[in-house]
Each structure stands twice: as structure tokens, then as C-alpha cells.
Nanobody, 121 residues
């Protein structure tokens, strides 16, 4: 099973930016970002197909966040701009064993340990 390690989280003021990275120990197929705020369920943020030709973003982040990948480095990215306090959460990357992107949490097989993003007002 592939291992995933996220990085790039931190504390930022509202309106600021962060770039999350997720490095995989081996080859991955479709991948995604999810987040979980305290007391809430884990929710979809963004997804990308194997080759990166297809992406999707949750309505709450559309226009502010962008998912991308570099398969030569087995790395997934999430560029987060115009951050809001409601974006505060632990962010997780995940991968599934098929090539098509998915927004469904239970379609994903492997998960990272998460990275904390805190946005202050």
C-alpha cells in the first residue's frame, strides 16, 4: 500500500495563501484532498485524475483552491488562495486504485496523516 505524507500546513491570516504538498512512496492513480474541521465530518475539497487532465473542486473552494500533480515526483499539490477562517481544518490527501477522479470519500484506499491549516480572522 502506498504511503502518503502531507506538508505545507500552518497558521495564516484570512486572505492569505498556503500550498499543500503530498508525497507518495510509489506510483499513484487518481488522488484527492479532503479536510476535517473539529466536530465535523471529513469533507471533499478537490480531486484529480491520474494524468491530471480532469479535476474537480468543492463549491466552497472553487475559484480559490487549485489541485495539481507532478507524476515525475509522485507529488500532489493544493494551492490555497484567499483563505477564510472556515477553511481551518486538518487536510488529508488520498489515493484510489483507479485513474478517474472521484469526490467520494469511500472511493479512496490510502490516506496520509494530515496537515493542520489554521486561518485567523
Amino acid at each position: 500500500q502506498v504511503q502518503l505524507v502531507e506538508s505545507g500546513g500552518g497558521l495564516v491570516q484570512a486572505g492569505g495563501s498556503l500550498r499543500l504538498s503530498c508525497v507518495a512512496s510509489g506510483r499513484t492513480y487518481a488522488m484527492g484532498w479532503f479536510r476535517q474541521a473539529p466536530g465535523k465530518e471529513r469533507e471533499f475539497v478537490a480531486a484529480i485524475s491520474w494524468r491530471g487532465s480532469s479535476t474537480s473542486h468543492a463549491d466552497s473552494v472553487k475559484g480559490r483552491f487549485t489541485i495539481s500533480r507532478d507524476n515525475t515526483k509522485n507529488t500532489l499539490f493544493l494551492q490555497m488562495n484567499s483563505l477564510k477562517p472556515e477553511d481551518t481544518a486538518v487536510y488529508y490527501c488520498a489515493t484510489r486504485r483507479t485513474t478517474a477522479a472521484s469526490s467520494h470519500l469511500y472511493d479512496f484506499d490510502s490516506w496520509g496523516q494530515g496537515t493542520q491549516v489554521t486561518v485567523s480572522s
